[in-house]
């Protein structure tokens, strides 16, 4: 059995299943290749954050899009996020490029028989 941990930042509190990176004043090598390996998963989930903003304008829009003052707003970003997959699934995109990965032709058709909207 597999146990997953979830990447944050340092706004939240770490527990079994959240994390962040460790700082410490005298880190040892553990944490050192930690802190290094994680930096690359964290910008590939900031390059997502912003491509969903380039291709969806509207949830840049800090005025409109303030996550406390609509409950729609998770909803929009859901949605926003599901069309940014399909995007790189028909077009590729830079997280796929940096970590070396192909996506199967049919990825799109498998990824939307697999969801249940």
């Known amino acids: 059995m597999h146990q997953y941990?979830?990447?944050?930042?340092?706004?939240?509190?770490?527990?079994?299943?959240l994390t962040s990176y460790h700082k410490h004043n005298h880190m040892?090598?553990?944490?050192?290749?930690w802190n290094k390996?994680?930096?690359?998963?964290?910008?590939?989930?900031?390059?997502?954050?912003?491509v969903t903003g380039t291709l969806f304008k509207y949830t840049r829009n800090k005025n409109k899009f303030?996550?406390?003052?609509?409950?729609?707003?998770?909803k929009i970003y859901t949605v926003a996020t599901l069309f940014r997959n399909f995007h790189i699934m028909?077009?590729?995109?830079?997280?796929s490029?940096?970590?070396?990965?192909?996506?199967?032709?049919?990825?799109?058709v498998n990824?939307?028989?697999?969801?249940d909207f």
């Open 5 to 17: 941990i979830i990447m944050g930042d340092s706004a939240y509190n770490k527990d079994s299943h």
């Open 28 to 33: 040892i090598d553990n944490y050192i290749s």
């Open 111 to 115: 990824y939307i028989n697999q969801n």
């Open 97 to 108: 490029k940096y970590f070396n990965l192909e996506m199967p032709e049919d990825m799109l």
């Open 66 to 74: 303030k996550i406390l003052d609509s409950c729609r707003v998770s």
């Open 90 to 95: 028909l077009y590729g995109g830079q997280t």
């Open 37 to 50: 390996s994680m930096k690359h998963v964290r910008i590939s989930i900031e390059w997502n954050y912003g």
